[in-house]
């Protein structure tokens, strides 16, 4: 009884976070990949989460998930926004600082790491409106830290902030905060006349 207790649980958080992916506007492939559903439950829950109170679809994302790390630095708002993004995830223990550098601390297919990846994610829109970074691009962002082959964090020494690196520095090395500031304080480019 314990056992089928247990099961039942694990199936009910199973669809929960499946769900909770689906608002996120995650690819049908994430959300397999974090919750072990297949294509097939994955598609119905769509079709019964759109039915449901004669809700809007959400937007089902296909073709490539995004690859490209340039992407966070392609402005000083994205890269902020981005190095927010981080933050959350150093809060929510999915990275780990040590003194060799950031470390992975979640495991894909656990539902409980799948639960603060969408927690950090939720408290990261909550922040910004509008984000400009997708869930997707929010997920692919976690990777490419813990992989820090193209990005690291580091401590920005002016403003003391978690800075993203561009680790094949293909852009200028300031905090997004700081290039933002500068932008906006006395004799910056969005000064007002
Ligand atoms: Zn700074």
Known sequence: MRISDDRYTRDRLRFDLALRL?????????IRLWTGLSDDRIRKLYRSYASERDRTPVPRHRGKSPRQTAYFFRNPERQFQAAQLASLYLLHGLLDPTPAGIEAHYKIGSLESGLLLCRAYEAYVDLHEPARISFEHAWFLLLALARHTEIDLARCAPCGGVQLRDLLARRDAACAYCRLESLDGPGGANAPC
């Open 22 to 30: 689906i608002r996120l506007e995650a690819r049908t492939c994430t």
